[in-house]
Antibody, heavy 116, light 110 residues
């Protein structure tokens, strides 16, 4: 089955760190750009970061640049998001998505809550 | 500016046609993608590129662009079309490539 499955979401204190994972299956993961998109409770979608097929190019939304790092392991068919110096405003459901020119495959999301 | 503007809500009578719009400077050079999100679900791609539909999306749903405005048109609206619709596009106007989403339009089918 073609799918993406996120994991790693949790409740974390402000200033803390968290690593999200996205496991891909059913397609050739290494052929695709991949993206993280988040959605704060009751709010709209926000693009967070994306990464090229071989990991050589990475882009971030301004609000996370320098705090978050996107990476991938094509041998493990996995996408990651390392989140450091977390803030309350980072609270959201985080989705990974496949990007062949449009985000055509999404995971179910993983919830990150930043609160003391 | 690096923003995409959508109307917060739109309603349509069952079986009628509705158009959802998305306006922003980035749309002059990049096509919009459109996503439907139903409550409690992940977003689903409905239109990408000039007017491309993923498998499973009916041809009564189509996309178009004029100047700085992209539109998603649904012909013969059905109850299953209800949900939040988001547009997005690439924005390469600054020093860093980025992707922007519109604020979303809540579609109600009456």
């Amino acid at each position: 089955e073609v799918q993406l499955v996120e994991s790693g979401g949790d409740l974390v204190q402000p200033g803390g760190s968290l690593r999200l994972s996205c496991a891909a299956s059913g397609f050739t993961f290494s052929n695709y750009w991949m993206t993280w998109v988040r959605q704060a409770p009751g709010k709209g979608l926000e693009w967070v970061a994306n990464i090229k097929q071989d990991g050589s190019d990475k882009y971030y939304v301004d609000s996370v640049r320098g705090r978050f790092t996107i990476s991938r392991d094509n041998a493990k068919n996995s996408l990651y998001l390392q989140m450091n110096s977390l803030r309350a405003e980072d609270t959201a459901v985080y989705y990974c998505a496949r990007d062949p020119g449009g985000y055509d495959l999404w995971g179910q999301g993983t919830l990150v809550s930043v609160s003391s | 500016s690096s923003e995409l503007t959508q109307d917060p809500s739109v309603s349509v009578a069952l079986g009628q046609t509705v158009r959802i719009t998305c306006q922003g400077d980035s749309l002059r050079t990049s096509f919009a993608s459109w996503f439907q999100q139903r409550p409690g679900q992940a977003p689903r791609l409905v239109i990408y590129g000039k007017n491309n539909r993923p498998s499973g999306i009916p041809d009564r749903i189509y996309g178009s662009r004029s100047g700085d405005t992209a539109s998603l048109t649904i012909i013969g609206a059905r109850a299953e079309d209800e949900g939040d619709y988001y547009c997005n596009s690439r924005d390469s106007s600054g020093n860093h490539l980025k992707v922007i989403f519109g604020g979303g339009t809540k579609l109600t089918v009456l």
